[in-house]
């Protein structure tokens, strides 16, 4: 079908095969590419094209383009041969068209070379231009270092060379000379000397920094490295300078004195300097007056680690004499933001006359003082911080290495672990051994709302400590909160260890759970009791405590201290079923056992001649007798609340009543199945005597005898069950009871 749409190959030959019905790998309009390559042709399509395939595909393209040229020729044949005869005088023509051809090319070499030499000769310039400029500059530079050094010299000549002359520079009747340029100028009636020379060194200060911006520029030049020593003088000379003008300026509280040298200082960012100058001459003297320090301070005494009074002593020295260089360092658009006298100065010197003079405040061996001077550094840095003009401030106050180094020092890692050690070996003493009792605790038992087990109470106690003001770092929050948790979770285990040693009998109880098994019911209504007491408290009092110390803490926190807290609550009065069974399960043992008399009712009836039974068996009286001592006593009547006093009695009831029928189930099923045993056996022997056999005892059977004393018996009983409260018809083991034991007649209707 291809080859029938392919094109003819000429417009006459309408049945011959059409000239381009190549395969689709050769594309004949590949040859027409300006980028046509014959090499790289080959060598692609080589690789999936048999050379003998191409060379037939070529020739057979060639054949087709000389066809085609032939018809061309033919179709154009009279313009063909009419072309020789139009060429007359051809190679004339194009020696007429070349002359101006050639003049053209050689005026455009010409001005190309011309072009050329321009723009060399405009590039050289251009160079030379730029070196002479870069010359300039360095020329410029050197000019003006030379100019500023020599500025600076001159200035500082006008500086007093003796430190004496410093304490002496506020005479009325001292006139200086101008200086350099009339820039600073001394008038009898006007500015003080101190500040006069203040002026001044702020303005070589100002130089200062220009010298070091040109120096920095241009320090590899052979021309400024000779004015190294010169500089280096000249810095040393404005320190000292500058040094003593501060100083005097301290001594003396020259607000303006102290402004401009700041600024001086600020200028040639010497910062550090002028912060250390205050701190050892003001503030050093002052703090070591507080907290003495040297050999002859040697052992102090514990009462003598006390920070708090040394505190306020180095607040109001701060307030005289340190407030009003901080007020000059922070005044607004003052430029001087870039001290920081309160952490590099007061803060440094404080910290280190207490390494040196109360070492032993840093220690966390003594928790008590530990953490009240942590609290008083604490209030310190507070009083400090206040002030900061800005939050910016407070947070590069709190970002210097000197108040990072004073909260190293204050090791409140090791402080929380002596705190666990404490809080928690005291619950773990507490809880080693049986249930402890507190002392008096049946005094006024009708009143008494405290809890009743020192294990519980030591529980509570370890839980405030964890949250007491002398014991609660908010920084350690976390720490004690998960200690609170643990603790929590120490007597939950405790209490669910014990109980299920108990349930399962062990012999060898695990360490911590010996308690349970050698308590009685009375002594779980104390557990009964605590646990109500405790999930109260800390679902009430205590997580209100918690969470107004945490007041600051955001919402989201706050939140989820509040659902842990409540759960442990809960976690707690999951304890109560366990507890509630352990008793029921002691209570139903006692019962059981004066059940088990049922079985003397078999050997009462079994092959004797006694009447049917009128009165029901003593050991009735005794079954529900633990579980009455239980509930009238003292404690339960006490501790335990209306509703799980009801919930002891029906479970006990219940648990009971089910064992009572079960044992007598088995009792009238074994007398039932040895009566029928016996009925055949009789037979048989009557069939070998030859007696008749339809001679039937008329006497009531043993059998029957002994479900009257069982119906007699649970009919005391349910008197006995109504008597505490239960109606017995509404257990379901009584109702089964008495459908086993009760005449046919009886069986529809309870009633005793």
């Not at 070499?109 to 000769?121: D, I, M």
């Not at 241009?218 to 020593?229: D, I, R, S």
């Not at 009925?679 to 022997?685: D, H, K, N, V």
Request: glycine share 4%.
């Amino acid at each position: 079908m291809a080859d029938l749409m392919a094109p003819p190959r000429s417009p006459t030959d309408l049945f011959g095969d059409p000239i381009d019905s190549h395969p689709l790998w050769f594309k004949p309009s590949s040859f027409l590419r300006n980028d046509f390559d014959s090499e790289s042709y080959i060598s692609d399509l080589r690789t999936f094209v048999p050379l003998n395939n191409l060379r037939s595909e070529l020739q057979s393209h060639l054949s087709s383009l000389k066809h085609e040229l032939i018809e061309l020729i033919n179709r154009d044949y009279a313009d063909f041969v009419n072309l020789s005869t139009k060429l007359v005088d051809v190679d004339g023509a194009i020696i007429r068209m070349r002359a101006p051809l050639t003049e053209l090319r050689e005026k455009i070499e010409s001005f190309r070379a011309t072009v050329e030499n321009s723009l060399v000769a405009l590039q050289n310039g251009l160079k030379q231009r730029a070196e002479a400029s870069a010359t300039r500059e360095v020329l410029e530079l050197l000019l003006d270092t030379s100019h500023v050094v020599s500025k600076v010299e001159k200035l500082i000549k006008e500086l007093p060379t003796v430190p004496a002359d410093w304490s002496n520079a506020d005479s009325s009747n001292v006139e200086r000379g101008n200086l350099t340029n009339g820039t600073l100028q001394q008038t009898e009636t006007g500015t003080s000397i101190r500040e006069t020379q203040s002026m001044l060194l702020e303005r070589i200060s100002s130089e200062m920094n220009r010298l070091k911006f040109y120096f920095a520029h241009a320090q590899n030049l052979p021309f400024v490295e000779n004015m190294g020593k010169r500089i280096q003088s000249a810095t040393l000379l404005l320190d000292a300078s500058l040094r003593h003008c501060f100083v005097d300026g301290l001594e003396h509280r020259d607000a303006n004195a102290i402004y401009n040298c700041l600024r001086a200082y600020a200028a040639i960012d010497n910062t550090k300097s002028a912060e250390e100058i205050f701190g050892t001459t003001v503030v050093a003297p002052l703090v070591q007056n507080v907290i003495p320090n040297g050999p002859s301070v040697g052992v102090v005494a514990a009462s003598g680690d006390d920070l708090g009074k040394d505190y306020q002593q180095i607040m109001q020295i701060i307030e005289k004499d340190c407030r009003f260089l901080l007020e000059i360092a922070s005044a607004e658009n003052s430029g001087l933001h870039v001290f920081d006298f309160l952490a590099n100065s007061i803060l440094k010197e404080v910290l280190s006359a207490i390494q040196k003079g109360k070492p032993g405040v840093f220690s966390p061996g003594r928790p008590a003082e530990f953490l009240k001077n942590y609290k008083a550094s604490l209030v310190f840095l507070a009083y400090l911080e206040g002030y900061c003009p800005t939050r910016t401030a407070v947070a590069k106050f709190r970002a210097e290495p000197v108040y990072v180094e004073f909260m190293k020092q204050w090791n409140v890692g090791v402080y929380f672990s002596l705190r666990f050690q404490e809080i928690a070996a005291a619950l773990d003493s507490a809880l080693t051994g049986g249930l402890v009792p507190i002392q008096n605790s049946d005094s006024d038992l009708e009143n008494s709302k405290d809890l009743t087990l020192k294990q519980s109470d030591a529980l509570l106690e370890s839980l405030r400590s964890c949250w007491r003001e002398d014991v609660f770092i908010l920084s350690c929050s976390d720490k004690f909160f998960r200690l609170s948790l643990q603790l929590l979770s120490r007597y939950s285990n405790w209490l669910s260890s014990g109980l299920a040693a108990r349930k399962s009998g062990s012999t060898s109880p695990q360490p911590g759970s010996e308690w349970a098994i050698s308590a009685v019911p009375d002594d779980f209504v104390y557990v009964i009791y605590d646990i109500n007491k405790l999930a109260k408290e800390i679902s009430g009092d205590y997580l209100g405590h918690v969470l107004e110390i945490l007041a600051s803490c955001p919402s989201e926190v706050l939140e989820s201290v509040k659902q842990s807290i409540l759960q442990c609550g809960e976690w707690l009065k999951d304890l109560l079923p366990l507890v509630i069974n352990n008793i029921v399960g002691t209570l139903v043992e006692k019962s059981v056992e004066d059940l088990r008399q049922l079985k003397g009712i078999t050997a009462t009836y079994r092959m004797t001649n006694k009447p049917l039974p009128v009165r029901h068996s003593p050991y009735v009286s005794g079954v529900l007798r633990p579980l009455k001592a239980f509930l009238e006593g003292e404690r339960a009547a006490i501790y335990l609340t209306g509703e799980t006093r009801s919930e002891l009695l029906l479970r006990a009831a219940t648990e009971i009543t089910g064992c009572y029928n079960e044992l007598a189930s088995d009792l009238v099923n074994l007398a039932r199945k040895t009566e029928s045993s016996l009925q055949r056996i009789r037979q048989g022997a009557q069939k070998r005597a030859g007696a008749s056999s339809d001679v039937s005892e008329q006497n009531v059977s043993d059998t029957d005898k002994i479900c009257m004393q069982l119906f007699l018996d649970i009919q005391e009983y349910g008197r006995n069950l109504a008597a505490v409260g239960v109606e017995a018809a509404k257990i379901p083991a009584y109702c089964s009871l008495w459908q086993c034991v009760a005449p046919p007649d009886r069986h529809d209707v309870i009633k005793f």
